[in-house]
T-cell receptor, first 114, second 112 residues
Framework: AQSVAQPEDQVNVAEGNPLTVKCTYS??????LFWYVQYPNRGLQFLLK??????LVKGSYGFEAEFNKSQTSFHLKKPSALVSDSALYFC????????????FGAGTQVVVTP | EADIYQTPRYLVIGTGKKITLECSQT?????MYWYQQDPGMELHLIHY???????EKGDLSSESTVSRIRTEHFPLTLESARPSHTSQYLC???????????FGEGSRLTVL
C-alpha cells in the first residue's frame, strides 16, 4: 500500500524568505513522486515530478524538490517566496509498478505575507 | 496549458435530481480519473478508467457512476443527488507510464 504524509496544515512565510513544504511517503517498491499546486476555485496544476536519476528536481515557477530515499521524503522548496505563491500544495506518490493511481497527501496551505 | 475541460463549473440543484458532470480531454490520454475534494481539502479517487469501455471504482465509495465510450470523454452521473454529494469534483487524465496527471478546473456541486 502507498501513502503520503504532509505534516503541516499551513506554512507561513514572509515574502523573500525561503519556502519549504514537507512531504514523506511510504511505498513497497520504488516511487514516482509529484507536487501539485491549487489556487482557489481552480483545478490542480503540476509543478514537478521525480521519476529516477538526479535527486534534485527542478520544476515550474522556481520550485524544486529533493528526493531523499533514506528519509522517504520529497520536500518542496523555493529559495525566495512570492505573495503569489500563496496556495494549496499537494504531494502525491505512486509505485512504479502500479497503473497510474496517485495517492495524494492532505495538502498544505502556504501563506506568503508581504 | 492542459487541454481538459469540465462542465459545469458550478451547479446548484435540489435533492433527488439527476445530474451529469462532463469531462473531456483533447490530449489522447488513455487514463482518466475522477477525484472528489471535500471541504477539508483532501482529494479522494472515486473512479478511474484505463481506456474505452474500462471503468473502475476508486478508493472512496461513491454513489456516482461513470462511462467511457470514447477516449476523450469521461462523464460522471448521479442518479439522485443528495446534500451529502455536495463537493468539488475534479477530472484528470494522464499518459501511460510515469506521466503526471492533468486536471480540469473542477465542478463545484451544491445539493440543497
Amino acid at each position: 500500500a502507498q501513502s503520503v504524509a504532509q505534516p503541516e496544515d499551513q506554512v507561513n512565510v514572509a515574502e523573500g524568505n525561503p519556502l519549504t513544504v514537507k512531504c514523506t511517503y511510504s511505498v513497497s517498491g520504488n516511487p514516482y513522486l509529484f507536487w501539485y499546486v491549487q489556487y482557489p476555485n481552480r483545478g490542480l496544476q503540476f509543478l514537478l515530478k521525480y521519476i529516477t536519476g538526479d535527486n534534485l528536481v527542478k520544476g515550474s515557477y522556481g520550485f524544486e524538490a529533493e528526493f531523499n530515499k533514506s528519509q522517504t521524503s520529497f520536500h518542496l522548496k523555493k529559495p525566495s517566496a512570492l505573495v503569489s505563491d500563496s496556495a494549496l500544495y499537494f504531494c502525491a506518490v505512486r509505485e512504479t509498478d502500479s497503473w497510474g493511481k496517485l495517492q495524494f497527501g492532505a495538502g498544505t496551505q502556504v501563506v506568503v505575507t508581504p | 496549458e492542459a487541454d481538459i475541460y469540465q462542465t459545469p463549473r458550478y451547479l446548484v440543484i435540489g435533492t433527488g435530481k439527476k445530474i451529469t458532470l462532463e469531462c473531456s480531454q483533447t490530449m489522447g490520454h488513455d487514463k482518466m480519473y475522477w477525484y472528489q475534494q471535500d471541504p477539508g481539502m483532501e482529494l479522494h479517487l472515486i473512479h478511474y478508467s484505463y481506456g474505452v469501455n474500462s471503468t473502475e471504482k476508486g478508493d472512496l465509495s461513491s454513489e456516482s457512476t461513470v462511462s467511457r465510450i470514447r477516449t476523450e470523454h469521461f462523464p460522471l452521473t448521479l442518479e439522485s443527488a443528495r446534500p451529502s454529494h455536495t463537493s468539488q469534483y475534479l477530472c484528470a487524465s494522464s499518459e501511460q507510464g510515469a506521466g503526471e496527471l492533468f486536471f480540469g478546473e473542477g465542478s463545484r456541486l451544491t445539493v440543497l
